[in-house]
């Protein structure tokens, strides 16, 4: 079993719509939670991240972690074409540890 | 300023030839990371330098991956008696000082390894 799980999609929606974005992962000790999108061809770029349980909103983005059910989700509101990327989270136990990436989600948001 | 930067762009090689990547991090930033990702497939942590500490070599997959960074700044990784599974595209981080909740990781473009 992978530390960290990810439905790799693709996900289709159209323009508009909410988009809910999840991971799962095994190891109990992680406690800082991000969110990273990637563009084809490019580096991922951070977008979220959250410490221990709890929300956090950016503007279109709300990240939620759940450490109970070892469960972390993005949601993206109002989705645009230019949402459409790769998202991965991460995670890494201690402010100072490597950081762990799920696999990624493809988003496709149709016009 | 400028961002963190990779070379080459890409890269393709035979079979068994030693193959050398760099990253040049953004000024300043005490901590390194390198990744690998395959095709459809998500980051994969190869190693991570953080100022003058040991690195974390865990993620290397075999001996014939090995990475230094000299004067805490510009890094290489080294791929000896490349082989087809090498191939993949490499990513660099880096980041302000490795630690914190709010630490972002900073990635260079990548470099796109074929062995052929």
């Known amino acids: 079993q992978k530390e960290v799980e990810q439905d790799p999609g693709p996900l289709s929606v159209p323009e508009g719509a909410i988009v809910s974005l999840n991971c799962t992962y095994s190891n109990s000790a992680f406690q800082y939670f991000m969110w990273y999108r990637q563009y084809s061809r490019k580096g991922p770029e951070l977008l979220m991240y959250?410490?221990?349980?709890g929300n956090k909103e950016d503007g279109r983005f709300t990240a939620q972690v759940d450490k109970s059910s070892k469960y972390i989700s993005l949601f993206i509101r109002d989705s645009q074409p230019s949402d459409s990327a790769t998202y991965l989270c991460?995670?890494?136990?201690?402010?100072?540890?490597?950081?762990?990436f799920g696999p990624g989600t493809s988003l496709s948001v149709i016009p | 300023g400028a961002g963190v930067s990779q070379s080459p762009s890409n890269k393709v090689t035979e079979k068994g030839k030693d193959v050398e990547l760099r990253c040049d991090p953004i000024s300043g930033h005490t901590a390194l990371y390198w990744y690998r990702q395959s095709l459809g497939q998500g980051l994969e942590f190869l190693i991570y330098f953080q100022g003058n500490s040991a690195p974390d070599k865990s993620g290397l997959p075999s001996d014939r991956f090995s990475a230094e960074r000299t004067g805490g700044s510009v890094s290489t990784l080294t791929i000896q008696r490349t082989q087809q599974e090498d191939s993949a595209v490499y990513l660099c981080?880096?980041?302000?000082?490795?630690?914190?909740?709010?630490?972002?990781?900073?990635f260079g473009p990548g470099t796109r390894l074929t062995v052929l």
């Open positions: 991460a995670m890494r136990k201690t402010s100072y540890d490597k950081v762990i």
């Open positions: 981080a880096s980041s302000l000082d490795g630690g914190g909740a709010g630490d972002t990781q900073y």
């Open positions: 959250t410490y221990s349980s």
